[in-house]
């Protein structure tokens, strides 16, 4: 056996050895060590792009579509330019909402910049960590009042309400299907009376969508960006608060004294009440969604099985009211052990309003 150090055999080029080693995995191709967090989250000028996109958008047909680049750029301009990126993406998406919509009437303007408004709430809640079920509710009820109340003035006006407008243009849809048969008179009829008292839940469900799209936008950003530790709320831990619940039963207060007796008041105890219980049907049955998620995420099922059960629970809701009740349930019975009245812990428990 050899004395020399290389047992006999030529030396190892230079740079092989263990420090070799070393070099040749950092400057490899596939680097050693951990992958990066995450991905890099969009420049200032391509957030404020976004929202300046999201706000024409907004305006447009296809304006669902609005508040997810909204909420999406917004992010992304807070996260990098701070408050300066705020401010902004707010009046990017505001300016732009106004310009492609003035052609179209003061009513387009104030639906357009209604929904880029609901879209900065909620990347603002979310990016100061305050995107909770209670905080959605009043962001839906502020938006949908906002526009009642544009539109209502708008009808003032022009010399007339809000009420007989759509009173006026329900009329007019059923003489022109009345005339088809006696059976659609009858049933046009029982439509107009319905249409007559809650025609408002229609800005409610207007709003819900513009909150929706808007928490797909601001989360889409949210778990892409880099600067901040930001966490996006599961529908697994959705929670509604209990004042929420309060507002339920005095829906059904009101919506029992309007039934009882007859008057002006009555009338419109009748309407708020009604309205208000139809709004927040929504927000009970996504917390019967989230027990659905939270209960097929516990045992494991498939993608394929959460899509169709998740269509059946749809279909139920639809038509039988099953996941409003669900979630009316839950706030008792609590199915998924979440921690209430008081911040979420480590489990991702929902944090009370």
Partial sequence: MSDCPTNGLPPSPQGFGEKGGAARNSRGIVPAGPAPAGRPGLSLPAGLFLCALGGVVAS????????????????????????????????????????????????????????????VAVAEALLRGRLTPGAGCIVVALAAGCTIAADALLAASQGTSLAASVDQLVTLVSEELSETSVAVSALMQQVRAVVSLLWPTAYLVSAFGSYLFATIGAGMAAERTTEKDLVVPKL??????????????????????????????AKASLMVSANLAM???????????????????????????????GALALYLEVQFVVMSFVGLADVWANFRHLTRGEVAGEQGSARQD
């Fill in 236 to 265: 697994a831990s959705y929670d509604l608060p209990i004042w929420v619940v309060a507002a339920l039963v005095a829906s059904a207060a009101g919506v029992a004294f309007g039934l009882t007796f007859e008057g002006t008041a």
């Fill in 60 to 119: 447009s047909t296809f304006s669902f579509i609005g508040p997810v680049l909204v909420g999406y750029g917004y992010v992304s301009a807070a996260t990098k330019g701070g408050v300066r990126g705020r401010l902004a993406g707010a009046a990017a998406a505001i300016v732009a909402a106004v310009a492609l919509s003035l052609s179209h009437g003061i009513s387009s303007v104030v639906a357009a910049v209604v929904s880029s408004l609901v879209a």
């Fill in 279 to 309: 709004g927040l049907r929504f927000a009970f049955a996504a917390q019967g969604f989230a027990v659905l998620v939270w209960s097929l995420d516990q045992r494991g099922t498939s993608v394929l099985t959460k899509f169709l059960l």
